[in-house]
């Protein structure tokens, strides 16, 4: 019997997949637990459709990231932090919201979890941060930190 999953089931497949399995199985255990239903043709024609709405749509992202990529390499970030002295470590960091916010004001717009950086940026340099736009799409976008000294109190 055809099966249309509800849910995911580790042994059987994903959610949304159509599997065949045997008739006992289906009604005595997937019909009763809601986690299948009776694959018919409106369903099998739903699938389908959905599915090639995800490719168009997948395929869509995937092109605005590949545009994106483009845009980002051409970027260097430049970030003023204070620093008490020259060489120290700075008073303030650069960590991710602090580099979309720095993006958002050149119009480029990122997600928090593309910023694939492990640590925050403390010291005087140039970085290299990984980003990744769509699975497909990584790339790395150039900041410059650069240091403001401050001057010491008397």
Known sequence: MKIYLLKDIPSLGTKGEIKDV????????????????RADANIIKKISQEKEQKIITDKKTKEQAIELAAK???????IPLKFSEKGKESYSSVNSKRI??????????LLENQIEL????????????????????KTSLKVRINAIVSGKKK
């Open 72 to 78: 980002i390499k051409k970027v260097i970030l430049e």
């Open 22 to 37: 045997a008739n006992g199985y289906a009604i005595n255990y997937l019909f009763p637990q809601k986690i299948a239903q």
């Open 118 to 137: 492990k640590k925050s940026l403390k010291e005087e340099g140039l970085y290299d941060v990984p980003l990744a736009l769509h699975p497909e799409v």
């Open 100 to 109: 979309i916010k720095e993006l958002e004001s050149r119009d480029i717009h």
